[in-house]
């Protein structure tokens, strides 16, 4: 098995002597530096497991050190050491992202130990929870991200998880919606119940009314057995009723009246019976606009609109995308055992952190996906990261591919050709395209045999 290497950085050389021995002796591979310049300069030219780091060095301190080693490799596990009357800085570094900290002096076994524990997150990502949970807060879902907008953002949170109104959560395809209605699920009253989640656009209109409330057997061609419906499952819960925009207006009505009354009647009953079901829903649309065009009932979008939620797009929170490629990078290195991938370079965070991201949040966790599972490098280069939206990446002008030049675009033409640019973008593949589009892949099959007639 190969060592594992940890990298020491302190300015007294006595100090880097012992620590260099106390790794040495846990069968590390060790390397030592003096100070924070040095440390970075060696951690972009080579691999490593672990960082321990003095706080107070003359020069670059150890906390300045931390920030400038979680933007350019955010999974990399920093330890920091500091005196007995250092405690408030060594809070604020696990607070900044640091693994742990560590007070001297300390005994070679506890430090050996921190450091295990550290490697042991390294080699097994979905054991960390500091990737994927901020400090103090156990069992609240991946909100990943400390920027002012996702500050904002978990505090709408927190308020409404108090009532039990309707939410109405709003933002673009991939910006995170799901993750947010989880998340006002686990810090209500109703944490302890069901937590169901249904997609408008992802069930025939046909069968979503037997889906949403149910059916008694016999009810229509098919209904075989009795089904209770997602209301009733998620009784005492919460239910979430994604991309609401896409209800039809006969469906509207009734979800009206449960919403009113909380009684429920499945497909083919002529009984109703009474749930208790925090609702939440959730679109990409614009509801008011859809209201104005007659496709959206306006007393069931104020009925929704208690409380509403807006979920920032990734370009107006860049600064949580260091955090994001690191939790996202540790869960594809649980998908993918195998891949050697262990860091991403910091050209490529820096391209990560530029790009456009029109698929938002679940765009970004594709693209690390595939680097990791496609990397044949322990970190992730720039050269890795074709497929990354730049910022400046818009769409050919008028005359050059895909909009040649000739008799003026209808809204149809555009459509069609937004799609075959979205594909060429995506090397083909059908469902990255059809979430960076925001529609479903049926819709982008039904476009593709538009265009082929």
Known sequence: MQQSRVLVVDDDAEMRLALGLVFSAAGHTCEVVGDAIAALEVVDRQTFDVVVSDVVMEGMNGLELLDRIKRTHPALPVVVMTGAGGIPQAVDAVKRGAFEYVVKPCAADELQAIVARALELRRHPAMGPRLSQPPGAPGKPDLVGGGAAMQTLQTDIDF???S???VLITGETGAGKEVVAHAIHERSA???????AVNMSAIPAELLEAEIFGHVRGAFTGAAQLRKGLFTE??????LLDEIGDMSLGLQVKLLRVLQSGDVRSVGSDRTHHVDVRVIAATHRDLPALVREGQFREDLYFRLHVLPVFVPPLRDHREDIPALA?????KAQQNAPQSPVRSIGPDALRMLSEASWPGNVRELASCIERAVVFGVDEMIDAN???????SSSSLPAQGSWPFPSGDPWTLRRMNLAYMDWVLTRTGGNKEQAAEILGIDLSTLYRWKRVQAD
Do not use: E, I, K
């Open 384 to 390: 890795q990261l074709a497929m990354v939206p730049s």
């Open 190 to 196: 109703r944490r302890d119940r069901p937590f169901v």
């Open 326 to 330: 690191a939790y996202f990078l540790a």
């Open 234 to 239: 998620a009784d005492g819960g919460t239910l």
């Open 160 to 162: 409404v998880a108090r």
């Open 164 to 166: 039990n109104a309707p």
